[in-house]
């Protein structure tokens, strides 16, 4: 019976040793007039305090568990959560204000207290690579990205992608191995835009 967690991913990772990121080319812009950004669509949501929940499911997306919420005690707005699964089955999510980390060690119906991680940033997108980089683009400063080799315990960074302040990003490896890395401006006519990265160990 597999466990489904929405933004889990498995984690196959070596010894700590060095990695080299590297951007290949400038950054494209693929969409134009992205339109508004979220505070400005939702300005009623956006002031009200947050924290992330996990809904579970074993049976494939059919049925889900009522929602276990992160932080929910932590005094301070937590959001953009990503989660990723470590090879001893804890469960790591990586979020906003700032950047905090939660831990479980059931699967996601409970969780530990929230630590920070010691950089600032927004919107977390986590990406294993297949030679077992743990890459994490986010925003702040502008758009960067930190990486580790110790399944998230220890972080390097940050790495500029990009001079703009890019929102959301989006990675995926591709055939060639490159990673993309996809993100949105901020502000009025913001684009979204595209960069490919080159990992080596």
């Known amino acids: 019976m597999g466990l ?14 060095t990695v080299q990121i590297t951007v290949e080319g400038p950054p494209q812009k693929i ?22 929940v996990v809904s579970l499911s074993d049976d494939r997306g059919k049925t889900w568990s009522a929602p276990h919420p992160i932080g929910l005690k932590a005094g301070k707005t937590l959001d953009e959560t990503d989660v ?10 990586i979020m906003r204000e700032v950047m905090c980390c ?33 890459l994490m683009a986010h925003r702040v400063p502008e758009t960067s990205r930190h990486y580790s080799t110790d399944e998230g315990r220890t972080w390097h960074g940050p790495i500029l992608i990009d001079h703009v302040i890019g ?12 990673v993309l890395c996809v993100y949105y401006e901020e502000g009025a006519h913001s684009a979204i835009r595209a960069v490919t990265l080159h990992i080596t160990r």
């Open 102 to 134: 939660a831990e479980s060690k059931d699967g996601g119906k409970t969780w530990g207290p929230v630590y920070d991680l010691g950089f600032p940033g927004h919107c977390p997108y986590l990406l294993q690579t297949p030679d077992g980089v743990l």
């Open 84 to 93: 990723f699964e470590r090879k001893d089955g804890t469960l790591v999510a």
């Open 4 to 17: 489904f967690l929405l933004g889990v991913m498995a984690m196959l990772v070596g010894p700590p040793d």
């Open 167 to 178: 929102a959301y990003p989006s990675m995926v490896v591709l055939h060639d191995g490159r």
């Open 31 to 52: 969409v134009t007039e992205a339109g508004a950004g979220g505070y400005q669509a939702f300005p009623d949501v956006c002031r009200l305090r947050s924290f992330p």
